[in-house]
């Protein structure tokens, strides 16, 4: 049976090219493309060719010159002999140190407050409920001011600092802490206090392998604590206490010595922390309550305490619902720490797009820089909690 | 505000492929000067309560506006922080910076910008709490003190406290208003600025008195005018718009007997009253304008910072050169 119809001769001859639409999607494709580049090439080429004819700077150079300022606060050894490019580098350590603080103390107060508003307990509740719908409602730049200004600004000046036994200061400074001196022998505290980490890591696998054995449970929390604390401490008396503490003293203007806790960054990690922790309990929050109530029911039908519930099927059912949302939150942590600068914490947009900028000139070198500086910050916590998400997702077997 | 600077910067140096010259069609074709000022500066730049602005740098860009649109009152004011001013001027944003600013040889030469005099001759200085009873800057060793961001004056104390074996701890504003919030709350033993901006500071602390001015300076600070490089037209409009307001102190023409002096037969008033205002591109009334309507350097001296305002500063090297002081202009013939 041959059907003329269906006979491939007699089959429409092929579209011509331009109506093709497999042709056409890459013909518009490659335009696209080339306009991108068209676009970027001009953007690029235009404003070097603007900056030389109006005798402006550009390139990197200036980043090995000498800066010449001081700065407050810097995790690496810095001067005003040290160069621009490192001037770059404090102020990013400034910033990563703040984000990485910060994220934590979000995380745990945000979770505390999250679960604490759905507690049974009246009182509880309530205070979590106060403490998200004020603080998650106030813009965050006031939140700093106030605690820059209202709470730490109004601290006593440093001759009369408050004191703890002579230890601990506080003033309106910033905090002084004693810092601990290692003297000789000290390594070997060390020492058993790393044996003592890889001890309580072989234990815990033995419990487990316990556990699924027998039903017993042996008890690792006492285990670990011997192997971690009471083991490394033992050492350390025995080799004589090889430790001194360099107590701040009042000196001059101020304290000396110890550690110093400057109010700047104290005042920017409390209002980053509170102010982020409140968006976190709200997701926190709903990531629970999107955990169907027959699991608590099953769980406690089974035996499991109310602590053990939370701790075994709600918590790991509800980050799968939190962990996609915190994700924003820490991004938004950590981009909303350049208002650093209204309080004079020296992170990377204060130093390097502030002072930097301003005694080079090179706004467009910096500008970029900085910007890619957040954009490899944000995508690296995004990469790191896709991953910890993919983690936690369901297994489906 | 400070991504807003940016931005222009960016898109300014992408579209704009005229460049630079022009400005002075420009302010003519928009009917006033776009002005950059600091955002709050008594004697220098300070907006009243009225919301007009006064001040010695405020005085310089009414001269602009008299000698090109003939009417002092032609300018819009942008106040700007330290860090903001350059990125500003560069991007069009502002025809003049006139902000207390530092000629130096790296902003002259790097930042594509001109300086197109000096209106007031300054130097840096301390001031600290009265009650910590310190007397000289020598004593500051280990002090904690507060200063604005982007400014010379951030690299004059770290060379001075080196140069002197010193140490302190810097602790870095945006505006001026946060350094002496700082000063007020304790943070800092000390403030730094230019000296004539620490008497106009101290005028913010609720008892001026409880706070002293230490006599040491410690280093040059001749602030100006600036302009974009590379418009010679404007450049020059800015330079003598100052130097014909010097010039007329020196010369005794004041705003009040200007008109009386305009038939003066000596002919070097002559000349500042008329005749040359087509080598600038403008009317030969340019500069009578200027005096006419914002005065003499010392008349604007006396008003905003001198005798006449809060602030009592003597006009020290000030002064005209004839007078015991600095201040010179080229003369105008």
């Known amino acids: 049976m041959s059907d003329p119809r269906h006979n491939s001769s007699e089959l429409p001859s092929k579209p011509p090219i331009w109506n093709d639409p497999k042709y056409r999607a890459l013909f518009f494709q490659i335009i696209l493309v080339a306009a991108l580049f068209y676009f970027f090439y001009s953007l690029v080429s235009n404003t070097l060719g603007n900056m030389e004819a109006r005798g402006i700077s550009t390139g990197f150079a200036f980043l090995s010159e000498k800066s010449g300022f001081d700065i407050l606060m810097s995790l690496i050894p810095y001067s005003s002999d040290s160069t621009y490019g490192s001037t770059f580098v404090v102020g990013l350590l400034n910033t990563l140190l703040v984000g990485f603080l910060g994220i934590i103390l979000a995380t745990l107060l945000g979770f505390t407050m999250g679960i604490a508003r759905l507690s049974k307990n009246w009182v509880i509740a309530k205070i979590a409920t106060f403490y998200i719908e004020i603080f998650r409602n106030i813009p965050l730049l006031i939140q700093l001011f106030f605690w820059y200004i209202a709470v730490l600004g109004v601290l006593p000046s440093a001759r009369d600092s408050h004191s703890l036994f002579d230890r601990f200061f506080l003033n309106v400074r910033g905090a002084y802490l004693p810092a601990p001196v290692a003297e000789d022998g000290m390594i070997f505290t060390g020492v058993a206090f790393v044996i003592g980490l890889i001890a309580t890591f072989f234990a815990s696998k033995w419990a487990k392998n316990k556990q699924i054995k027998t039903g017993q449970r042996p008890p690792l929390l006492l285990i670990a604590l011997g192997l971690l604390i009471v083991a490394p401490l033992l050492v350390f008396f025995i080799s004589g206490s090889p430790l001194s503490w360099d107590v701040p003293k009042l000196a001059g203007f101020n304290f000396a010595g110890g550690i110093e806790i400057i109010p700047e960054l104290f005042a920017l990690l409390l209002g980053l922390s509170i102010y982020t922790g409140a968006f976190i309990a709200e997701i926190v929050r709903s990531g629970i309550l999107a955990v169907d109530h027959g699991q608590t029911e099953a769980a406690l039908s089974v035996g499991l305490t109310p602590a053990q519930n939370l701790k075994l099927v709600v918590i790991p059912q509800a980050l799968r619902v939190i962990i996609p949302p915190l994700t924003s939150q820490y991004l938004n942590l950590v981009k909303n720490s350049s208002l650093a600068l209204a309080i004079a914490y020296p992170d990377i947009v204060a130093v390097f797009m502030g002072t930097t900028l301003n005694q080079t000139g090179q706004a467009v070198e910096i500008t970029a820089m900085t910007m890619g500086v957040y954009l490899v910050i944000s995508l690296s916590i995004s990469l790191f909690m896709n991953w910890y998400n993919a983690k936690m997702s369901l297994v489906e077997r | ?333």
């Open chain 2, 1 to 333: 505000m400070r991504k807003s600077l940016f931005l222009g910067l960016a898109t300014a140096a992408i579209f704009s492929t005229t460049a630079q010259a022009g400005t002075l069609e420009d302010v003519k074709k928009a009917g006033f000067v776009k002005c950059g000022v600091s955002t709050s500066l008594a004697g220098f730049s300070a907006a009243d309560d009225k919301g007009n602005w006064k001040g010695l740098d405020v005085d310089v860009c009414r001269g602009v506006a008299a000698a090109v649109l003939g009417d002092a009152t032609k300018v819009k004011f942008s106040p700007l922080t330290a860090k903001e001013r350059f990125t500003a001027l560069q991007s069009g944003e502002i025809d003049i910076l006139s902000r207390n600013t530092t000629w130096t040889l790296t902003r002259d030469a790097s930042l594509g910008l001109n300086f197109a005099g000096v209106n007031y001759y300054d130097g840096q200085g301390f001031m600290v709490s009265k009650k910590l009873g310190i007397d000289s800057t020598l004593k500051l060793d280990g002090a904690a003190i507060c200063i604005q961001a982007g400014t010379t004056t951030e690299l004059n104390l770290s060379d001075y406290f080196k140069a002197n074996n010193m140490k302190y701890k810097a602790i870095t504003f945006d505006t001026n208003d946060q350094t002496i919030e700082g000063f007020k709350s304790g943070r800092c033993d000390v403030l730094t600025t230019d000296q004539s901006g620490l008497y106009s500071l101290r005028l913010k602390l609720e008892d001026p008195n409880s706070a002293v001015v230490l006599p040491e300076i410690i280093s040059k600070e001749p602030l100006g005018p600036v302009v974009r490089q590379g418009d010679d037209v404007w450049f020059n409009i800015v330079k003598w718009t100052l130097n014909a307001m010097i010039n007329a102190e020196e010369m005794g023409v004041t705003s009040k007997n200007v008109d009386e002096m305009k038939k003066s037969k000596d002919p070097a008033i002559g000349r500042l009253m008329g005749g040359q205002g087509e080598k600038l591109k403008l009317d030969d009334n340019w500069s009578f304008n200027i005096i006419k309507q914002v005065g003499n350097y010392g008349e604007s001296f006396e008003a905003n910072v001198g005798a006449g305002s809060p602030l009592k500063i003597e006009r020290g090297v000030n002064a005209l050169w004839n007078k015991g002081g600095i201040m010179y202009a080229p003369p105008i013939r």
